[in-house]
């Protein structure tokens, strides 16, 4: 492939590293996990930041800034 993309002169376009293995996500399944982890938004960051229409608003349900 690399061989073929360089004679097309795309292979800077890409990277030819392996892929690693993402870890293995932690499920919280309890009212006492998710509730630990929803009141410590410093540590547990949220995944969906600002919702790019630059109105101030998060994603579905949730907020960005821990006050709202």
């Known amino acids: 492939m690399k061989d073929s993309l360089t004679k097309q002169?795309?292979?800077t376009r890409y990277t030819f590293d392996r892929p690693i293995t993402?870890?293995?996500?932690?499920?919280?399944?309890t009212f006492t996990g998710i509730k630990y982890v929803f009141n410590d938004p410093l540590r547990f960051h949220?995944?969906?930041?600002?919702?790019?229409?630059?109105?101030?608003?998060?994603f579905i349900l949730a907020f960005d800034e821990a006050a709202k």
């Open 46 to 58: 949220n995944v969906y930041e600002m919702s790019g229409l630059g109105d101030g608003y998060g």
């Open 22 to 29: 993402s870890p293995i996500p932690k499920v919280l399944n």
């Open 9 to 11: 002169n795309l292979a």
